[in-house]
Every structure is written in C-alpha cells, then in structure tokens.
C-alpha cells in the first residue's frame, strides 16, 4: 500500500486545525487546558479532526474513556490518517481495555496495538506514539503482538525525536526486564539533558521504585537510593507537580513520609496543577497515617474542583478517603466512599478490597 510521506501528513496540519497546535500541552500533561481549548474551538469548528484527537488523549488522561473513545472515533472519521486520531483512539481503546480487566478486553487491546503502529507510521515525529506503543509492546504477551526488541526499537525511533525521553523509554524497558545498571545509564543520560523535564523525573523514580528493581537491588538499597535521588531532584522540580509527586511517591516509599508531607504542602500554592499535589497530599495521609484530617480535607477539596489528568481520576479520590476514613475508624463513611469509587470504576480491585475489609470478609 501507498504510504503518504509524513511531511505532507505534516505540511497539511495547519490547514485542518487552522493553527491549532496540541502537542506541546499534551505532551505537557495539561489535559484541563485541553479540553478546554478543544470545546471552544470545536463550537466553531466542529469538524476540525485534530482537535477532536486532542481531545480524545486529554479525555483518556482524565479517565472519562466513554467520551475519549466518542471523540477518537469522530477524530478518525474525519481524517482516517491523521497519526493524532489514530493515537487517540489507541490510548482509548487502551484504557477501555484495562478498565474491563476481563477476556473480551484482549481484542481492544490488539486492536489499539494496530492504531498506535498506525499512528507511527502515518506520523513518525509523533513522540506519544512511540512511548505508548513502546510501552504497550513491553508489557503485552507476544500473543498480542507484544516483544521487548520490538519496545527498544521504539525507544530508538523516540530519540530521532526527544534523545532524553527516548532514554527514559529505554530505561523504563530496561528496568521491566530487571537490568537496573543499564537502566540507570539511560536514566543518567536523560536527567543530563533535560533535568527539568517532569517526563524524565518521573519516568526516572518510577522505574526506581519499581518491585523489578526492588529485586535487582534489594529492598533497603532500593529505599536508600530512592529518598537520596528524590531529594537531589527536588530543586529541578520547581513547580511542575508531576515531577513533585514522583518526589513525593520516592520518599513515601523510602518511610519518609514526613519529608513527603512537607515537599507536597509548600509546593501547593504555586503548583501548575494544585489538583494533583491536594491528591497526593491525600495519597501520603492515606498510606502513612500521617496528618490524617489535613490530607482528608485536601481530597474533599479535590472532589469539590476539576482534576487534572495522569491522576487514576476521581475513582481514586475515593478510594484514598476511604482509606484515611477507615483510619479515623468512620466505617460507613469509609464505606460510602468505597462504593462511590466503584460506581465509577466497577472493577477497582483496591476499592473492592477496601469495601471487603470493612465488611470483614477476607
């Protein structure tokens, strides 16, 4: 088949989205801003094929997947090559899949395999794709379509485009195949190139704290590296609250909670997305016990306001209050709030457990 080089699918964009441009805010992690600039250009535009893609990949990063897959499929409909629609229907049809956790679900994610390989190919500067589609082959059995040559091959095409987020896809591969020394070497080249990407801290403190490095490592190694490589990367964080909740997730896991609890508060008022560090104030209360009143206030102030994306959504607001609620000993509270978790996600295994406990079935 005839395959259109990218550089006219690229020369062609400014003229479908009348000079929309959203990648650099998705790629970002600024999913409420997206949604935001889509619905208004969309009122105007309603058949502008990029913003319903964009709009598609904000929805799925704030786990509203009906509406994400609805505006994939519209995205595809208007413009069937267009890499940003066939990424976004990727990521839908993914989350979908992994939010059913049954049978049925191995043909949506085979199938969101083929529109991210689709993706690529229609766009090859198209970094998102190669990360999701580098991912998605690591994780997934071979059976699926699934190879770790395949998943460094990716990683290889994302430095043509991003050398340090290509890094941090190589490492993050790396450290799933449990080889943390070339890993970390992957890691290292990243964070000197782009210190103050929250992309590469994150990318980098995941995979540190990943139970395959805890293995390669051993556990207290692990815990001493991660407090030690929070802290060092505290100052490149700056505002950014992804990076400071990979922070704050390295020293929670490292029983610095306290240390966590502080990073997370004073960063607060000048965060670019206070609505992720009031959940992790939340997350850090609910799994340490510490400063339990604030950290419930902090995920009732969550509920009360738009949430950003990268978050597990609001299923999991619910779910940390419960948890703290427990705690307080406030059962039906607790409980109340495990079923509003599932009633959003019907298939939380956490909240499902969490519901059991507190009606002590084992």
């Not at 390295?250 to 609890?261: H, R, S, T, V």
Request: overall charge positive; charged content about 25%; glycine content about 10%.
């Amino acid at each position: 088949m005839y395959r259109v080089p990218a550089i006219i699918i690229l020369a062609s964009l400014p003229a479908l989205s009348a000079g929309y441009a959203p990648r650099p805010d998705l790629d970002a992690g600024r999913y409420l801003k997206v949604v935001s600039d889509t619905e208004a250009l969309l009122k105007k535009e309603p058949d502008n094929a990029l913003a319903w893609a964009a709009r598609s990949q904000a929805l799925t990063a704030l786990v509203r997947l009906p509406e994400a897959m609805a505006a994939a499929d519209r995205a595809v409909a208007l413009q069937p090559r267009l890499a940003d629609a066939l990424l976004a229907r990727g990521l839908a049809k993914g989350g979908l899949a992994v939010q059913q956790r049954n049978l049925g679900s191995l043909g949506k994610i085979s199938n969101a395999m083929s529109d991210l390989r689709a993706a690529t190919q229609a766009d090859p500067t198209l970094a998102a794709a190669w990360t999701a589609l580098g991912l998605a082959c690591e994780q997934l059995p071979g059976i699926l379509g699934g190879s770790t040559r395949d998943a460094l091959a990716c990683a290889q095409s994302l430095k043509q485009i991003n050398a340090p987020r290509g890094d941090v896809l190589q490492g993050t591969i790396l450290a799933m195949e449990g080889k943390w020394q070339d890993a970390q070497a992957c890691f290292s080249r990243a964070l000197g190139a782009a210190a103050g990407d929250p992309e590469v801290i994150y990318g980098y403190l995941e995979a540190l704290g990943s139970r395959e490095t805890r293995k390669a490592l051993g556990d207290e190694p692990q815990k001493q590296l991660q407090a030690k490589e929070a802290l060092r990367l505290l100052p490149d964080a700056g505002n950014r609250a992804r990076s400071l909740t990979a922070i704050c997730d390295a020293l929670l896991d490292a029983g610095k909670a306290e240390d966590a609890w502080r990073i997370a508060r004073e960063a607060l008022p000048g965060a670019d997305a206070p609505s992720l560090l009031r959940l992790q104030l939340g997350k850090i209360s609910a799994r340490s016990g510490v400063h339990a009143a604030e950290g419930l206030a902090a995920l009732d102030q969550v509920l009360k306001e738009p949430l950003e994306g990268g978050s597990g959504g609001y299923a999991t607001v619910h779910w940390r209050r419960g948890q703290i609620l427990r705690g307080l000993g406030r059962k039906d509270e607790a409980k109340a709030a495990a079923e509003a978790a599932l009633s959003l996600d019907p298939k939380d295994n956490k909240a499902r457990d969490l519901l059991k406990s507190l009606d002590g079935r084992p």
